[in-house]
């Protein structure tokens, strides 16, 4: 397994930005696809974005495409999850994860990911 810290949650208006940073140590963290994942209160967890083991590929869902970018520094171990005109409707606990297939692609399907961070907690106000 992998090692996650989270980083980079905050409190911020309605508009801002915030960037996530996901720190990586372990297993070898290049080889595998990335995601983020957050939960709201009282809410179930959901998948915002992935991407694969090289970076080459991304996947966003619906509520955050084309205003969150994730992206991945294999050299540093570490992942990020840039996001834009937050909402407040964005507000929850966000965790990285790592998955278990080597060469993965970018995959929502949280039971391929084997390895969770501690979570960062973002507030967005209106």
């Known amino acids: 397994q992998v090692r996650l810290v989270e980083s980079g949650g905050g409190l911020v208006q309605a508009g801002g930005s915030l960037r996530l940073s996901c720190a990586a140590t372990g297993r070898t963290f290049s080889s595998y696809a990335m995601g983020w994942f957050r939960q709201a209160p009282g809410k179930e967890r959901e998948c915002v974005a992935a991407i694969s083991w090289s970076g080459g590929s991304t996947y966003y869902a619906g509520s955050v495409k084309g205003r969150f970018t994730m992206s991945r520094d294999n050299a540093k171990n570490t992942g990020y999850l840039q996001m834009n005109s937050l909402k407040p409707e964005d507000t929850a606990v966000y965790y990285c994860?790592?998955?278990?297939?080597?060469?993965?692609?970018?995959?929502?399907?949280?039971?391929?990911?084997?390895?969770w961070g501690q979570g960062t907690q973002v507030i967005v106000s209106s």
């Open positions: 994860a790592v998955g278990s297939v080597k060469n993965g692609g970018p995959s929502c399907y949280a039971p391929l990911y084997d390895s």
